[in-house]
């Protein structure tokens, strides 16, 4: 579904990505983890197409398509999701609006009608059941006034509604306490199946606890280092990530 | 008509000549010796020049070279039906009060809470009323155009609000011109009881292909505890230029919200003089100033707080694209003894092109100690991580951006208490937002 050949980018003048390779099936999650400075939000940013970061070598292919030869819409509207860090607040720009909007470019992307009102909202309200979110946040700004918590489940709640192939979340569990992490695992869980994949940036093993990955991946100094599978997470938090670098050179 | 005029030196420019000729032809009222007074201010202190403090970025060069005659009185005058956006829909109630070129075009009288007069009669029988509005002001050269309205306008509309008026009342201002250059001094009193309300929407459009130069002034004197919303909403043709004061003085516990929209006009300067002068007044002003094709638009706000515990509110949007030029000058000022005075201005502009540009310039003076004031400014682009979030959901630049720009007004938008006028304002808005189209289905 998601191929990455020797990818390299530069952000501000600098180099952060100095060849990732990666290859993500249907059906499959995969964890990247690493430390502070590693280049993984580089990486999600620049799989979902932000123009200014430079892409200085290498490709990414996406279920066949060349994904970097796509603007960020285009790649939204393919079936590719970014859940933000850092969900900007967009006073003055509705939710619901958002929503709306984005389903109906995917869907006309797709040659589908647009959504019909009342099957939207009654979408959103199950959705938003499922995330536990008040009623009062179909009528905010984009997650305006949002707390920490409150903003990463609005990204799990558009990810829901847009119904991604692949998801990349980028440090969805950060901030969260434990109960707002299980809602939001609840969540992506409720997203896995056979046709779709899901690819975890995170800080910390904890989220693994709840969503169980197929590959953990360590990303650091613009590389991926080492590939494992769900124990490396364990393994990651045991040791921390000094170890991995020692034993690649 | 005048000794004094006879007798000072000749004016200078063509302009200055013309407003001069029409001094001259002007038979004698009640208020002559005023109106005298003022013309004299104006043509000693001439048309304003960009070494005048609030003109330095508005150039009336142009304009002083010209002649001008008065717009014409027309009777019988027939609206179009398509010159004007309806500001109230089909859910107005009230017919509006017509003033075509200053002149006002419809029977006086009385709607529920509210006296209708006309200024020429009003200035026969009862002049008193109006000397309080013609007084000298100050030689503040934001109050230039004023005086040239005091000396010359005819007619005009007085009204006085004695209860809670209903139903919001629209003021039509036409100017319409038939060939020559000409101006027009259209001048609107509101008076407002002390405990009465109302909604008052002044909206100026243009018909016709000569637009007049239009010199307006507006002043408000809110009574005790008195409540207005009052609009000034410019949706003018792109060669009109438009010198607009409005003037609004506040007795104890008043309250007035402000709406200065721009939405059309070739060159469109909005002054307001606010005085809170009497504890518990209060102003909220807001402005939404647009910027399309070459069109420059210049607003201009005094707000002086002359009592103690008077507050007063200032909101400024402007956004600008192609070629055009929006300039927001902001002042407070709290007078010695106003203490516990509260005021926040808040001023942003949005620009849309490279081409345009914003000028915004928040001030404040304060003579008083234990006041609460707050100014801020900022001009930029549109956010390139709120635009990045939104492509990143799939929606296309266009729309994203629109979104963006009409979110960036909202702040003045949702204050409007008048549905449907909020309405048709949104729609001109976003008639000259880009991709208006998509942008209709989020409202």
Redesign the interface.
Known sequence: MLNIIDLSARVAGKDILKGVNLKVGPGEVHAIMGPNGSGKSTLAQVLAGREDYEVTGGSVTFEGRDLLALPAEERARAGLFLGFQYPVEIPGVNNVYLLKAALNAKRKAAGEPEVDAYEFLALIRQKMKLMQMSESFLTRGVNEGFSGGEKKRNEVLQMLVLEPKLAILDETDSGLDIDALKVVSAGVNSLRDPTRAVVLVTHYQRLLDYIVPDQVHVLSGGRILKSGDSSLAHELERRGYDWVGAEVA | MSSSLQTSAPPQSAALRSFAAQWRARTLDSLSPLREQAMHKFLELGLPTSRDETWRHTNLRSLAAQSFVDAPHRGGFKMAASAALALLGDAGGAAPLLLVNGYPAMPMGEIGGMQIKSLRELSRLEPLLLRPYLEPLSDADSARWTLLNTALFVDGLYLKITARVPVPVVILHVAAGDGADSIAYPRVIIEASPGSSATIIEHHVTQGEHTPLNNSTTHIALGRDARLEHYRVYSTDAGATHLDSLYVRQERGSQCRQFTIVLGGGLVRTGLEARLDEPGASLDSNSLLVGHEDRHVDCVNIVTHGAPDTRSNQTARAIASDLSRVIINSKVIVNPGAVHAQSQQSCRGLLLSPTAEIDTRPQLEIHADEVKCAHGATTGRL????L??????????A??QS??V??????VLTGMSVAPARAAIEGALIAQLPDSQTLRK?R
Request: hydrophobic share 50%.
């Open positions: 956010d390139p991580d709120m990045f979030y939104m492509l990143s959901r799939g929606l296309d630049r729309t994203a979104l963006l009409y979110a960036f007004l909202a702040d989020f």
